[in-house]
């Protein structure tokens, strides 16, 4: 069977982590990489990708591949999506597609008319304990959901100069969560409630953004989320979810490096959960870019698509509106 050639553009943190995922596949082959930077040009050197340039442009015009995957950053996302569609490739592109719904839309509108695949990177549907709360969910194990409960904290915050250009907690962080609210449950959302501050560093607050914020979502059942953000969490990376129904309840804890629990007379003490997204999620990386592919093998319907992006942007958005009038959203507003 004829392999699937790759691109990747971009490799930053996420990027290296799709190219090391992709490579260890065997069904497909990394023909092309394109960064801005020479330490990753030299680190695509080291991997042996055939093909490595510095621009896009030269990335779509010498290359001969099929897919692409796109770690560029956020303020790329849109014009490197269309352009790769106009091209014919198919496309997975990490999140958010773009902080400007109206561009999100522009952009799968050409997407729609060039037919070709798109997938959004939110890893977190791919992590097993996620999945197994939603797949539980689904199958009606806890009756009729009634509330869901997110927690994400991060273990320190970003830089500013990354906080200043990445669109925000809600469009940079929270979007995940938002994501998750309507994954997990398989609902939509039609109203925001926001509350933000800045409790950890007064120079997030200068840039414009916050650190720390609670979220209700109301979905269009009644059915409701809570979702809880901070950016520094000083025990590391906090991942939780919990729906509750009329039959019971699941849920999802942190994972830890080992089980171990010590007891003894000072109280009982185990393993801090995982440091941050990129060992929490190492698994997830590798089935969504492994779900990703079959798709394209098999023509199938892939498992994120460029809606699920807009639906969460949508939520993002109204969020930054409620933190910002003092009042609950309605989706429709957006």
Do not use: W
Not at 295 to 307: A, D, F, K, Y
């Amino acid at each position: 069977m004829k392999k699937i050639k790759f691109a990747v553009a971009g490799l930053g943190r996420i990027g290296k982590i799709h190219l090391e995922n992709l490579l260890q596949i065997n069904t497909i082959e990394v023909v092309a990489v394109m960064d801005p930077m020479k330490e990753s040009r030299d680190y695509a050197l080291e991997k042996k990708i055939p093909f490595i340039t510095s621009t896009y442009k030269e990335l779509l015009a010498s290359t001969n591949f099929d897919a692409i995957v796109i770690c560029s950053p956020t303020d790329t996302h849109a014009d490197y999506v269309e352009l790769a569609a106009k091209a014919g490739k198919h496309i997975f592109c990490e999140k958010p597609l773009d902080l400007s719904l109206k561009r999100v839309v522009e952009v799968l509108d050409v997407v729609k008319d060039t037919n070709v695949k798109l997938m959004l990177g939110f890893n977190r549907r791919f992590d097993k304990e996620f999945k197994k709360v939603q797949q539980l969910v689904k199958d009606g194990a806890v009756g009729d959901a009634h509330l869901v409960k997110i927690t994400s904290r991060d273990p320190g915050a970003p830089p500013v100069s990354y906080i200043e250009k990445s669109g925000g907690l809600f469009l940079d962080m929270t979007i995940h969560d938002f994501d998750m609210a309507r994954f997990v449950v398989g609902k939509e959302v039609e109203e925001v409630y926001a509350k933000g501050a800045v409790l950890i560093d007064p120079a997030i607050g200068e840039a414009g953004d916050i650190d720390t914020a609670i979220i209700t979502l109301t979905y269009t059942d009644g059915t409701m989320a809570i979702i809880d953000n901070s950016r520094e969490a000083s025990y590391g990376y906090d991942q939780r979810i919990e729906v509750f129904g009329s039959k019971g309840m699941v849920k999802a804890d942190n994972n830890t490096s080992d089980t171990h629990q010590l007891y003894n007379k000072d109280g009982v003490n185990s393993s801090l959960p995982l440091h941050f997204f990129l060992e929490r999620y190492e698994q997830a990386y590798k089935a969504e870019v492994s779900d990703f592919i079959d798709g394209l093998v098999n023509g199938t319907i892939l498992p994120v698509s460029g809606n699920d992006g807009l639906q969460s942007l949508k939520i993002g958005l109204a969020a930054l509106k409620s933190v910002q009038e003092n009042r609950p959203v309605n989706i429709s507003e957006i």
